[in-house]
């Protein structure tokens, strides 16, 4: 059966799903699987489309030492164990610059360019890229895709793509990008059929987990977005700081004389709810416990959502429907709760009942806007993409997209 592999690789793990693609281009999620511990303690897991185990397997920490290692661990076990042998892959990579608005199929020269991004997400980019060349490397003929977390956001107007810089600074790439965009892409793909009110209307969608961020769209494309020129803008996260005066960076070095390495470090591992708590970065504990500095940083957390739900309703001139996606934000009815009580001045007004049972509307039948829980699916969303240049049959010669 023909099948799209989908990889999403971090420092630590590789996690990977398997969709088969059946009458009429449609997709059906087969296999979930990650390679974890990458380093430390090499662990795959793997489950099918039912949660049924398929795979629950430690290996000795030599055995995997990086993210190469753990890619060709977890094909070896599709091709000889489960005989999948996908017929291409899609992969998430977080920074498309100003080159990627779109999709693209990869070859050496576009990994080549996105080399250029690392800087700019340090903590995720060389991680999405390892796989890629690992397959160039070994299966040279299979298609791979490139699914950009920038690409949605490339309809912005220039006046929230611009930073007050001189131009040839904006010229060379450095502009608000925004990030999360399979994400907002997923959501605004499901929102014709789950919330059609609200489809082509005002929304704000919290993208609330590990990684934070909001989108202000309208008509379904991306207004706003509080993220910028790297991912460690806008709202507070589990160990990136959010919106921070760059004068704080001057004085890291200056006075603390940390090298830009060790600022860098710092500000992408130590910060954020990990840094503001001293407790954890995992919000689920920070709000188990009694700990001042724990409530303190859910406390935070949840006042930069709504300072920054003010802000995008300001560039979208106002509000139509609030959305909550992601880890934090499908699961924790807690922080939910909260985060409408600050969205009072707006209008939302919270069910009780339908946000602890986890509803897909949770406000009041009298709230102004509608408040939605959505869940998201990158995966899917690569998987969509893959499939879609495939059968476009774009060219090896069209792969790179360059916007002006």
Known sequence: MDSILVVNAGSSSVKFQVFVIEGEGTLRRLIKGQVDGIGSRPRLRASG??????????????????????????????????????????????????????????????????????????????????????????????????????????????????????????????????FHGLSYEHISRTLPQTAPEIAERRVIVAHLGSGASMCAMKGG???????GFTALDGLPMGTRPGQLDPGVVLYLMSEKGMTASKVQEFLYRDCGLKGLSGVSNDMRELEASTDPQAKLAVDYFVYRIGLNAGMLAAALQGVDAFVFTAGIGENSSGIRARVAAHLGWLGAALDA????????????KSSRIPVYVIPTDEELMIAQHTLSLLMNGQSPNARHERVS
């Not at 494309?221 to 993220?227: A, G, H, L, R």
């Open 49 to 178: 489309a039912g949660s049924d185990p398929m795979a629950d397997r430690a290996y000795p920490i030599e055995a995997i030492p990086d993210v190469p290692a753990a890619m060709n661990l977890a094909g070896e076990w599709l091709r000889n164990e489960v005989r999948i042998h996908p017929m291409a892959v899609g992969h998430r990579v977080v920074h498309g610059g100003p080159d990627y608005e779109r999709p693209v199929l990869v070859d050496h020269g576009v990994v080549a360019r996105l080399e250029r991004f690392v800087a700019l997400a340090p903590l995720h980019q060389p991680h999405n890229l390892a796989p890629i060349r690992s397959i160039l490397a070994n299966f040279p003929t299979v298609p791979q895709v490139a699914c950009f977390d920038t690409a949605f956001h490339r309809t912005h107007g220039p006046l929230a793509d611009h930073y007050a810089i001189p131009h040839q600074l904006h010229a060379e790439g450095v502009r608000r990008y925004g």
């Open 353 to 364: 009942t339908a946000n602890a049972r986890h509803a897909r509307l949770i406000s009041t």
């Open 221 to 227: 494309q991306s207004v706003e977005s509080t993220m």
